[in-house]
């Protein structure tokens, strides 16, 4: 067993636990998530890919309730996502979110970027989340900078803190929205590494990426998604090898190109 893979524990492994019913969202006019069911089983990847502007950041941040809904429903394990309050702050700690910009707090170090969640909203001991924080560290590569402050890394040692600090809260699920794309070439894989892993260790995980070889390697199922609507959804082989809708068939074109 590698460093970021969980003993097995979960025997719930394939029941849903992330369920999106008849979900619409508008942005003043601008209806941005049109009817979206989708349900992510436990230990299942999902990723998630589209055009610009199709609704795929609107999707992640309606899962951790960054944004409402309009109509319809999200469940968690069984549960409603909380409106307000605590259960709100529970909420996001038990949905970890990784975003394109690391978004670290930058007057604070590597070590205290992941502890300040487990401390201030699990009320976990300093003691404990230290040494947590250190063996997550250890995991993504990246324990002997714990000392250091975030400008110090490099953006995919950032990224991987990030994933760390999500860690941290033991979510339930892990959303990444674009986790690699404002990375230098090289750090990408690095970064990746780390989602592959976690991955194959059973975590569950709703990936917007266009890196299609993180599809292939690490997706249960691949959902597209065009103007607010998932178009069609798959498995990665099927997906990429026999597109049905003309809207992926013409987004695989464009970016199987490069
Ligand atoms: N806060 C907002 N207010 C108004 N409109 C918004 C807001 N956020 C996003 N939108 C619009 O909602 C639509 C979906 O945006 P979203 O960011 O979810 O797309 P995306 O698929 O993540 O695109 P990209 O691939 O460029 O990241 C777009 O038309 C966008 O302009
Ligand atoms: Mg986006």
Same mark, same amino acid.
């Given at each position: 067993m590698t460093a970021l893979e969980k003993e097995p524990t979960t &025997?719930?492994?394939? +029941? &849903?636990?992330?369920? @999106?019913?008849?979900? !619409?969202?508008?942005?003043?006019?601008?209806?941005?998530?049109?009817? %979206?069911?989708? =349900?992510?089983?436990?230990? +299942?990847?999902?990723?998630?890919? #589209? &055009?610009?502007?199709?609704?795929?950041?609107?999707l992640c941040r309606t899962i951790n309730r960054l944004e409402t809904i309009g109509e319809g429903s999200i469940q968690l394990d069984g549960k409603p996502l909380p409106e307000e309050g605590k259960a709100l702050a529970n909420l996001r700690a038990e949905v970890g979110m990784v975003f394109q910009s690391f978004n670290l707090f930058a007057h604070k170090t590597i070590l205290e970027n992941v =502890?300040?969640? &487990? %401390?201030?909203?699990?009320?976990?001991?300093?003691?404990? /989340?230290? /040494?947590?924080?250190? +063996?997550? @560290?250890?995991?993504? #590569?990246?324990?002997?900078? /714990?000392?250091?402050?975030?400008? !110090?890394?490099?953006?995919? !040692? !950032?990224?991987?803190?990030?994933?760390a600090r999500a860690l941290a809260m033991e979510p339930k699920v892990m959303l990444f929205d674009e986790p690699t794309s404002a990375l230098d070439p090289e750090m990408i894989s690095e970064v990746l590494d780390v989602m592959v892993t976690l991955a194959k260790g059973g975590m569950t995980m709703v990936v917007v =990426?266009? +890196?299609m070889g993180f599809a292939r390697t690490a997706a249960d199922r691949v959902v597209f998604m065009a103007d607010g609507q998932i178009v069609e959804e798959n498995t990665p082989e099927e997906f990429f090898t026999n597109p049905q809708s003309p809207r992926a068939q013409d987004f695989l074109g464009k970016i199987l190109k490069h």
């Open positions: &025997p719930a492994q394939g +029941e &849903p636990l992330v369920v @999106l019913s008849d979900v !619409q969202k508008w942005y003043g006019d601008l209806h941005v998530l049109k009817d %979206i069911n989708l =349900t992510v089983h436990r230990g +299942e990847v999902v990723v998630v890919i #589209g &055009p610009s502007g199709s609704g795929k950041s609107t =502890t300040l969640g &487990p %401390i201030k909203v699990r009320g976990v001991k300093k003691a404990d /989340a230290d /040494a947590k924080a250190q +063996e997550l @560290l250890d995991r993504v #590569g990246v324990g002997h900078q /714990a000392a250091k402050y975030p400008a !110090q890394l490099s953006g995919g !040692q !950032q990224q991987r803190v990030a994933i =990426t266009h +890196e």
